[in-house]
C-alpha cells in the first residue's frame, strides 16, 4: 500500500467509535438488567431506566451517522487494493442494513444534532411528530442498540483481516498521545460546585434556586459526623424542640453558599418558642435533624411569628466551623 496514513486513520477512528458503541450499550444492558431486578424495590432506577434511553438514544443516532461518514472514508482508500476491495464487499451487507433505515440522518440533524430547526423552514420550530411517526425515521431504542452493535460488528471485522495495519495505527496513534491523567480539572470540579454554581445564577436571573434541597441534606449529613462532645449543650437537638441556634449555624452555612434570601424567625406559642428559617419558598426547621416544609407551613402554628435578628456570638462561629470541617467539599 502506498500511502498508508489515511488507512491508519481510518482504522483508528474506527475502533475509536467501537469502544464508544460499546460504552453506549452496556449502558443500556446494565440499566434494563438492574431495572428488572430491582425495579420494584427502588423505583426510580424506572425514570432513570428511560432518561438514560432516551439520552442515548439520540447520542446514537449521532453516532452511527458518524460512523457512516467513516467508512465511506475508509472505503475510498479501497481503489486499487484488492485486500480493501473484499473487505468492503465483506461488509456491505451489514452496511446496506444500517442504510436501509432511511430517515436517519434526517432525525439526526433535526432532532438530535441541529435541535428543531429544518433547512428547508429555519424560522420555525419543526413539529416532532413530523419526524417520530415518520415510518422511515428510527423510534425504537432496541433498533439504536442493534445498529449500534453491527457498526461494532463491522468494525470487528475490518480489524480481523487488517490486524497487522492496525497494530502498526495503533503503536504510531498512542506513541502520541501525551499523558494528561494529572492536569488539573477546568471549570467546575465536582458537582458539590457545580449545584452551588447553578444556583447563583438562578437567583441571578430571578428563578427559585434548584438544588436548595441538596444543601439541606449536606447539612444533615455533617450534624451526623461531627464531634458532639465539643459542641455547646444548648445546641443539643431535641426530637420535639426547634432549635433556633442549629437554624443559626445553618443561615450562615446557606449564606456562605452563597444563598442570600434567608430569615430566621422565631414563634412563640405559650410558654414555648419555635425558631426556622424562611428561605425560597421553604419553612426550615431543626430538631433533631433538619427538615423542609412548604414556606407558611409553621408560621401558621404560632400567633406572632417575628424575624430573629442574627446574634453575635463566638459559640455559633465554632459550631459553624466543626460542622464545616463533615462537609464534602
Not at 69 to 98: H, W
Not at 252 to 281: P, V
Request: glycine share 4%; net charge negative; with cysteine.
Amino acid at each position: 500500500m502506498k500511502n498508508m496514513k489515511p488507512l491508519h486513520s481510518s482504522l483508528i477512528i474506527l475502533d475509536l467509535f467501537k469502544n464508544k458503541f460499546e460504552r453506549d450499550m452496556y449502558l443500556i444492558e446494565f440499566s434494563v438488567d438492574n431495572t428488572k431486578k430491582y425495579g420494584k424495590k427502588y423505583h426510580e432506577l424506572y425514570k432513570f431506566n428511560r432518561d438514560l434511553k432516551q439520552s442515548l438514544f439520540l447520542k446514537q443516532i449521532i453516532d452511527v451517522c458518524a460512523f457512516l461518514d467513516e467508512i465511506n472514508a475508509f472505503r475510498s482508500n479501497a481503489k486499487g487494493n484488492d485486500k480493501l476491495k473484499a473487505i468492503c464487499n465483506k461488509i456491505k451487507p451489514a452496511i446496506n442494513r444500517i442504510e436501509e433505515v432511511q430517515g436517519l440522518r434526517k432525525y439526526r440533524n433535526v432532532l438530535a444534532a441541529h435541535n428543531f430547526r429544518s433547512d428547508k423552514d429555519k424560522e420555525n420550530v419543526v413539529l416532532l411528530s413530523d419526524y417520530t411517526k415518520n415510518p422511515d425515521s428510527p423510534n425504537s431504542t432496541s433498533e439504536l442498540f442493534f445498529l449500534s452493535a453491527l457498526c461494532t460488528t463491522i468494525v470487528e471485522a475490518i480489524n480481523a483481516d487488517l490486524a497487522d495495519e492496525l497494530e502498526t495505527a495503533k503503536k504510531d496513534y498512542y506513541s502520541r498521545l501525551v499523558d494528561d491523567k494529572d492536569d488539573p480539572l477546568r471549570g467546575t470540579r465536582s458537582l458539590r460546585e457545580a449545584y452551588d454554581m447553578v444556583d447563583v445564577y438562578r437567583m441571578k436571573l430571578g428563578l427559585e434556586p434548584k438544588f436548595f434541597a441538596f444543601e439541606v441534606e449536606e447539612f444533615n449529613m455533617a450534624l451526623k459526623k461531627i464531634d458532639w462532645g465539643v459542641i455547646p449543650k444548648e445546641f443539643e437537638l431535641s426530637e420535639d424542640n426547634f432549635n433556633y441556634h442549629w437554624c443559626i449555624v445553618l443561615d450562615m452555612y446557606l449564606r456562605m453558599r452563597n444563598y442570600k434570601d434567608i430569615e430566621i424567625i422565631c414563634g412563640k406559642k405559650g410558654s414555648f418558642s419555635g425558631g426556622w428559617l424562611e428561605a425560597y419558598g421553604h419553612d426550615i426547621a431543626i430538631s433533631e435533624r433538619v427538615y423542609i416544609f412548604k414556606q407558611g407551613t409553621l408560621g401558621a402554628g404560632y400567633p406572632e411569628p417575628t424575624v430573629l435578628e442574627m446574634l453575635k456570638d463566638e459559640d455559633y462561629d465554632f459550631v459553624y466551623c466543626e460542622i464545616m470541617r463533615n462537609v464534602a467539599p
